[in-house]
């Protein structure tokens, strides 16, 4: 029983390091997923944790300053200024902006609420990098014929 | 003609729904006819569903824009590869890919088996159109590849269609999808022959015997599918990453890394009679995590950049997964009896007990990436809020398992069986321990003592290479002492000896060229930078000055070009094109980077834009030190899997001999 003993031992200490390594990576690394209008209504909290929004690129609000970029992002796609569910996004990341990344387009930002309600991303994804489908129109299981694709 | 398609899928349906109640009726009333029956009934399904992509493909190629799939992916410009490999490029045509490709496999599977296992084939014919019926129902009942646009209401204007993602146009993009779809489907076989030898409780390896090339080489294909992502990811996306942790990314992973654990535990149980539930857990694990790898890519469960379409299959899937575990786990705790293990871990020094370590690290580097990929979903259900962890996460847990794995890797295979002693650990590990310290000091020295797990990992790498090349130097020289022979006909004719265990080392040494690759990333470096035509920059050693923009248009694409000059200490390397397209069809557009290779270092630019006022050119260079080991240590784990695969020059046999009393009884009923 001996080496059943000494082997447990080991598989419990390995265990342990990765279970420590993994609640490290989780507290370095976690994220709030929000909408944009739950962003808004989050107050002071906002502030504190790391979030990750889901929008749509306002049309024509994507402005180039040197190193970083600034859009807008919606709740729903195709709003114009007036819609009040908006949230200003400043990147200013070192990696390059996806190429699908374009007016209208759905992205995610990855950052911090700044105290100026401005949204500082660390990181922006643009939802089709490899775009396989669009979106289905409701059931498409219920008609075939309704498949029609905008 | 789509209802030609259309009624083959019903038909194919129907055949495997009958093949399965042929199967296990005949088997059950021991009524040959029936299980014959069955049996041809699934090599029509293979010729119905063969109809059904050929005319899928038909439609794809002569550009039929009525069928709402050939619409969404294809439009009449493209180039006639990436109108065929439209099929994959969608939902409904890649579940009809999986289909195909699942009874390609079964019906190969039952005509080579066609003599053999009469007990256990029923069954494994039935495990695998199961799972035909379950993807034959989605695309039958669900999602129809032959869907036709309502007429007069499509929106798409008659005979353009809307093309395939421009990003996808690209080579390894071709093949990447069906070479996963290879290695995805491939795990039903050995899975399927695990459930019959299960269900007709042969106790010994027989089902580990015959489907061990099988699973080799699915596994290799799904090692290509994964690096093939990885080529396209860096030559393509423009910020020279290969992995990002991506959910879809890491649907292809899980399935690899038990399937990589299965792979040596099974050496367990063919030379020791041990761990034979623990190979029924991996191999039924790793088949339903390519199940669940199609269902998270397929039904938009997790966000991702790869935004696949929300789509009404998730919960089928959910299902499927669900009975299937359940009745799996029911099976094999029925079984227990018969899974009796046939000898003793006798020391934690043993090597039995470093194939344990490697199975219990792989599982647990699996069962890390798949808590992290549904986080997401598990903290929603706790706690109501969504929260998602990302790469720092991955990275911190996935790295020292790496560094762990490949210190297995040199340990492993030269540890005795049973027990170990101190002097021949010191005899096997002296020199290799030596060689591994000696560069770590060097690179220490020269300044790597910033990044402590790259020093570690270049450490382990050579301790490993040392290892593998002293038992070829070893084996070798002694047959080149008894046969005359050079070294290179020795080194060869050893390995034709012993196939799996130098082709194993050949495998291992992929495996540690590709490491020394990831871990070149330590030492990335990049700039961003807008620069007129004229003006320079420098990012490293390389001085970069553009010397022209030209641009043009096709018929698919805009685009514009970099001219760039790049110079290193002040002597010229020559030119690089950086580009921008602009697709028409999709009205997206691309950037497609230009990178010099070579075995030291890549360097690579990325025109990312213009700026603001449209003088400057937004231009992004990187220098990714060793990255082109990941793709030289890919061909080394290809060539190495080959050879696994070629049989011995003389047929070794596995006699159990210290396991004495045990084997005989417990004696494989088939072979």
């Known amino acids: 029983?001996?080496?059943?003993?000494?082997?447990?031992?080991?598989?419990?200490?390995?265990?342990?390091?990765?279970?420590?390594?993994?609640?490290?990576?989780?507290?370095?690394?976690?994220?709030?997923?929000?909408?944009?209008?739950?962003?808004?209504?989050m107050g002071d909290r906002a502030q504190g944790e790391k979030l990750r929004v889901n929008g749509y690129v306002e049309?024509?609000?994507i402005v180039r300053n040197g190193a970083s970029v600034s859009f807008v992002l919606h709740q729903t796609p195709g709003m114009l200024q007036k819609d009040p569910v908006?949230?200003?996004?400043?990147?200013?990341g070192i990696d390059p902006l996806p190429d699908t990344f374009k007016d209208n387009a759905q992205a995610l930002a990855d950052g911090r609420l700044g105290q100026d309600g401005v949204f500082r991303a660390s990181k922006v994804q643009a939802k089709c990098a490899s775009k396989y489908e669009a979106k289905p129109q409701m059931k498409t299981d219920a008609k075939p014929l309704t498949q029609a694709r905008s | 003609m789509e209802n030609i398609g259309a009624l083959s899928i019903l038909l194919a349906f129907c055949f495997a729904v009958y093949a399965v109640v042929a199967s296990v009726t005949g088997r059950l009333k021991k009524n040959s006819f029936l299980i014959v029956s069955?049996?041809?009934?699934v090599y029509s399904v293979w010729l119905l569903l063969t109809v059904a992509a050929g005319l899928l493909i038909y439609s794809l190629l002569t550009g039929d824009f009525r069928l709402a799939y050939v619409a969404a992916h294809t439009d009449s410009s493209m180039k006639t590869i990436y109108k065929f490999t439209a099929w994959w490029g969608g939902q409904e045509g890649s579940l009809l890919l999986w289909s195909w490709l699942l009874a390609t496999y079964s019906a190969v599977v039952v005509f080579m088996n066609r003599r053999k296992f009469r007990d256990m084939m029923p069954w494994v014919t039935s495990v695998l159109m199961v799972t035909e019926t379950f993807f034959l129902s989605l695309i039958a009942f669900v999602l129809s590849p032959f869907g036709i646009l309502e007429a007069g209401r499509g929106n798409i204007v008659e005979g353009v269609g809307q093309g395939l993602n421009p990003l996808l146009q690209y080579w390894t993009m071709v093949i990447h999808p069906p070479m996963l779809y290879l290695g995805y489907v491939g795990f039903t076989v050995p899975f399927a022959f695990a459930m019959g030898s299960l269900i007709t409780k042969q106790p010994g390896d027989a089902w580990i015997h015959t489907t061990r090339r099988w699973t080799i080489v699915t596994w290799l294909f799904q090692s290509a599918g994964i690096l093939l992502g990885q080529g396209w990811a860096y030559a393509v996306l423009g910020w020279g990453g290969y992995w990002a942790w991506d959910p879809v990314e890491n649907a292809s992973l899980l399935p690899w890394i038990t399937a990589t654990a299965f792979l040596h535990s099974v050496m367990m149980q063919e030379k020791k009679g041990m761990m034979k539930v623990w190979n029924?857990?991996?191999?039924?694990?790793?088949?339903?995590?390519?199940?669940?790898?199609?269902?998270?890519?397929r039904s938009g469960v997790v966000s991702s950049v790869h935004a696949f379409a929300q789509s009404p299959i998730g919960k089928y899937f959910v299902m499927f997964l669900a009975v299937g575990i359940a009745a799996t786990v029911i099976l094999i705790l029925e079984r227990l009896k018969y899974l009796k293990s046939e000898a003793r871990l006798e020391s934690v020094v043993s090597r039995e007990s470093s194939f344990m370590f490697n199975n219990l690290i792989l599982v647990a580097s699996c069962f890390a990436v798949l808590w992290g990929t549904m986080f997401p979903v598990i903290s929603e259900a706790v706690t109501g809020e969504k929260i998602s962890v990302d790469a720092p996460f991955f990275n911190r847990i996935n790295i020292p398992i790496g560094l762990a794995l490949i210190f297995l890797t040199g340990v492993g295979p030269l540890i005795a069986w049973r027990r170990s002693s101190l002097e021949s650990l010191k005899r096997a590990f002296l020199i290799p321990t030596l060689a591994g310290v000696a560069l770590m000091v060097v690179l220490a020295i020269l300044g790597a003592y910033e990044h402590p797990y790259a020093l570690v990992s270049f450490g382990l790498c050579m301790f490993v290479t040392a290892t593998v090349l002293i038992e070829f130097w070893k084996g070798a020289s002694a047959i080149r002492a008894k046969n005359g022979i050079g070294f290179i006909p020795a080194a060869i004719e050893l390995t034709h000896r012993n196939t799996r265990r130098y082709g194993g080392y050949l495998v291992h040494m992929g495996i540690v060229f590709m490491f020394i690759g990831y871990t070149g990333a330590a030492?990335?470096?990049?700039?961003?930078?807008?620069?007129?035509?004229g003006g320079s920059t420098a990012v490293g050693h390389y001085d970069l000055k553009i010397a022209n923009v030209e641009s043009g248009e096709n018929d698919t694409y805009a685009w514009q070009r970099l001219a760039v000059n790049v110079s290193r200490n002040g002597s010229s390397l020559g030119m690089l094109y950086p580009e921008r397209r602009l697709y028409k069809a999709s009205q997206q557009p691309t950037s497609e980077v230009s990178i010099r290779r070579r075995l030291n270092e890549d360097f690579y630019i990325n025109f990312a834009g213009l700026s603001a006022d449209n003088k400057r050119a937004v231009i992004q260079a990187y220098v990714f030190p060793l990255v082109s080991w990941i793709w030289i240590g890919f061909w080394v784990l290809a060539f190495g899997t080959i050879v696994c695969l070629i049989p011995n020059k003389v047929r070794l046999s596995y006699a159990r001999t210290q396991v004495v009393g045990v084997a005989e009884k417990h004696a494989t009923v088939e072979n």
Request: a positive charge.
């Open chain 1, 59 to 61: 049309q024509g609000s």
């Open chain 2, 280 to 297: 029924m857990v991996l191999i039924s694990g790793t088949f339903f995590l390519c199940i669940f790898g199609t269902f998270l890519t």
């Open chain 1, 86 to 92: 908006r949230l200003a996004v400043v990147y200013s």
């Open chain 2, 523 to 533: 030492f990335n470096q990049d700039v961003t930078k807008e620069v007129a035509p």
């Open chain 2, 38 to 41: 069955g049996q041809r009934a």
């Open chain 1, 1 to 41: 029983m001996n080496t059943y003993w000494k082997f447990g031992a080991i598989v419990a200490v390995i265990i342990g390091v990765l279970a420590w390594l993994a609640m490290g990576g989780v507290t370095e690394s976690k994220t709030y997923y929000k909408e944009i209008k739950e962003v808004t209504q």
